[in-house]
């Protein structure tokens, strides 16, 4: 695992165990995942935020202000204010990524891609869906492509 990786791993587990001490680790880990695809979508943002020579309490306030937009929850505001200071932000979308496996793995779902030329029928996603569910034994939730 490379350093980057260990650092996301660590956090994300902080973080799922967070969520799942509080009850909130859907909501949570939905969140993280928001901010962190904002983060990794807005050059301006992590220009701003990764900034050393941007006042640390005008960085907060606009972490504040984005969280907000977004309606981050307070534990989600923490741990992005949490990774902010200690200058973790980088690695949020790897966290993220993470967050989401382990939240997939308690709740015993499984993700599968399906990709196709054009758009299928509801019907025959729903019956993959079944049937894939029934081989593995787990709930399986479909991305489609």
Known sequence: MSGQATVAERYARAIFALGVETGTLAALANQVREFAGAYQSSLDLRSVLENPLIPQEQRQKILADVAQRLGLGPSALNTVRYLAQRRRLGVLPDIAKRLDSLSDEQQGVVRATVTS???LAE???QRLSDQLATLVGRKVVLDRR
Do not use: C, E, H, L
Request: proline residues 17%; glycine residues 0%; neutral net charge.
């Open 117 to 119: 030329a054009q758009p």
């Open 123 to 125: 019907s025959f996603y």
